[in-house]
Every structure is written in C-alpha cells, then in structure tokens.
C-alpha cells in the first residue's frame, strides 16, 4: 500500500492526522486497529513528509518545485530530478514567494513572462523546466522571469528567476518552446 492510501484509509475512518516534531498525531486513537497502526508505522517517513510542506524555495537553484522519492523527504525536481524507473510519492506544485506575489499584485512587472501547459509526460515536463533553468542561469542578473504553467486540472502556478534578459535570452528560450511544441506533437503522433 502506498502512503497515500494510508492517508486516505486513515481519514476514510474518520481520523485526523497531524504532525508534530517527528511523530504523527492520529485522533481519535482509538479508531486506529492494529492492522493500521502497523501501516503507518511501515510508511512513517513518507507520512511526514507528505503531511509537511517542502522548503521553500530550493536553497540551490531557487526555485520552488518539489517531488517526494519513495524513501521520503522531499526533493528540489530541477537539482534533484527522479531517476529513469522511480516513481515519486507525489509533486508540490510550488509557489510564489508572499513578498513577490505582493509585488505583482501590486503591478510589478516581470521583464519576460511564459506560459505553457502542463502535458501528460511528466518526465517531460521536468525536463524541459530544467533546460529553462539551465538556459536562464547562463545569463545572471536581476530581471525576474516569471513561467506560467497550467496545470491539466486548471490550477495555474508559477516559477519565478532572476536572469539578464536580452534579446539572445528570448532567441534561446523561444528556441526551446519551439522544440518543447515540436517534442509534444512527435510523442503525440508515436
């Protein structure tokens, strides 16, 4: 059973789980038999994990977009990308830092924006915000870069950078939504 399926085994029966320090809190105990009880020991770990948020951003990159391995603990998708074959526990989307979502409420304007939609290949997907994070560290600046992505359920997130944006910077990134679109129509077609 995956942790996820714990998670909703547990809260299926009416039991809330929480976390404290480096223990779950399930209530009401007594709603917990041993059969799930040993479950949740079994996959303690992921539960933390999945019941805590990722840090926030990646201290490395900066960039805020996470998944869970199997063995837990979550993991930066750009500097951390799974593995061929490994199959993550679960994505956190990521999210806009408060202070920079205040600055665009507030009108702050971004000197490149992109928008894309999520495709069905994850692996994909992560590849290609890897490369745009490559592309975009090769020109160190100031200026942000904000990347829109609709999600397939319709969420929209957004991933923010810091780069010198120049017209060789659009060249090269339009190159590379151009092989994203060309890279989609091929699986598409395969």
């Given at each position: 059973?995956?942790p996820?399926?714990?998670?909703?085994?547990?809260?299926?029966r009416?039991i809330?789980?929480?976390?404290?320090?480096?223990?779950?809190l399930?209530?009401?105990?007594s709603?917990v038999?041993?059969e799930?009880r040993q479950l949740?020991?079994g996959h303690?770990p992921?539960?933390?994990s999945?019941?805590?948020?990722?840090?926030?951003?990646?201290?490395?990159?900066?960039?805020v977009?996470?998944w869970l391995?199997?063995r837990?603990?979550?993991?930066?998708?750009?500097?951390q990308?799974?593995?061929?074959?490994?199959?993550?526990?679960?994505?956190?989307?990521?999210r806009?830092?408060?202070?920079?979502?205040?600055?665009?409420r507030l009108?702050?304007?971004?000197?490149?924006?992109?928008?894309?939609?999520?495709?069905?290949?994850?692996?994909?997907?992560?590849?290609?915000?890897?490369r745009?994070?490559?592309?975009?560290?090769?020109?160190?600046?100031r200026?942000?870069?904000?990347?829109?992505v609709?999600?397939?359920?319709?969420?929209?997130l957004?991933l923010?950078?810091?780069a010198?944006?120049?017209?060789?910077?659009?060249?090269?990134?339009?190159?590379?939504?151009r092989?994203?679109?060309?890279?989609?129509?091929?699986?598409a077609?395969?």
């Open positions: 059973m995956r996820q399926e714990v998670l909703a085994a547990l809260r299926e009416g809330e789980v929480g976390v404290r320090g480096d223990k779950l399930l209530r009401p105990a709603l038999d041993d799930l949740v020991v303690k992921q539960l933390l999945l019941l805590r948020p990722p840090p926030s951003p990646c201290r490395a990159c900066g960039v977009w996470f391995p199997p837990g603990g979550w993991a930066c998708a750009l500097c990308p799974p593995a061929p074959g490994v199959e993550p526990l679960a994505w956190h989307p990521g806009v830092a408060p202070l920079v979502a205040y600055a665009l009108g702050a304007r971004p000197a490149m924006r992109l928008t894309v939609r999520e495709g069905e290949d994850e692996r994909a997907d992560a590849a290609f915000v890897a745009l994070a490559e592309l975009l560290g090769e020109f160190p600046g200026d942000v870069v904000v990347l829109s609709r999600t397939l359920d319709g969420r929209r957004r923010l950078w810091r010198q944006v120049t017209r060789e910077l659009r060249l090269a990134v339009a190159r590379l939504l092989e994203r679109a060309v890279g989609g129509e091929r699986r077609q395969a």
